[in-house]
């Protein structure tokens, strides 16, 4: 692995203590819209300043100990971004399958899988928006067997 490319995937790192990341209590199932929508509610209802108009949901999933041993720092393969409508704003992968031989071949594949993901969750049919979210979101916690000990997420301002 070059330099570049090992600079990259460092920067998809996350300290384990920043409290900025919420870890969830409770494992979920099924209704994965239904699930995060409910959270914003929540939020929303508990913390009356939080002004969920001008946040976007981050959820990490996959979040593992990092391979590099760093102490308490925490890698992730999926890093997705949506509004509060849970509208596709953007992503990061750190894991792509296979490992690329230099940056831009892992940027490309990447930009490749995102926008495979943001054509799925474009549908302006709110059904179509809420099935693609929920059988995207369902591939992704079977694929690596996802709990809430490797999912957390951050609430942050546009």
């Not at 929508?37 to 959820?59: R, S, V, Y």
């Not at 590099?68 to 720092?73: A, Q």
């Amino acid at each position: 692995m070059n330099d570049e490319l090992r600079a990259i995937l460092q920067k998809q790192i996350i300290d384990k203590d920043d409290p900025r990341f919420e870890f969830f209590s409770d494992d979920f199932y099924g209704d994965f819209y239904d699930f995060f929508l409910n959270l914003l509610k929540f939020k929303g209802l508990t913390n009356p300043d939080l002004d969920l108009d001008n946040l976007n949901l981050i959820p990490y999933l996959d979040v593992h100990p990092d391979k590099h041993n760093l102490i308490g720092k925490m890698a992730y393969s999926y890093k997705l971004g949506f509004d509060t409508k849970l509208n596709f704003l953007n992503g990061l992968m750190k894991e792509i399958g296979a490992s690329p031989d230099t940056a831009q071949e892992y940027e490309r594949v990447q930009e490749q899988i995102l926008t495979k993901i943001s054509e799925e969750l474009s549908s302006k049919n709110q059904n179509k928006h809420i099935e693609h979210f929920n059988v995207l979101l369902g591939q992704i916690f079977q694929k690596y067997n996802l709990n809430k000990d490797n999912i957390c997420y951050q609430l942050l301002k546009k």
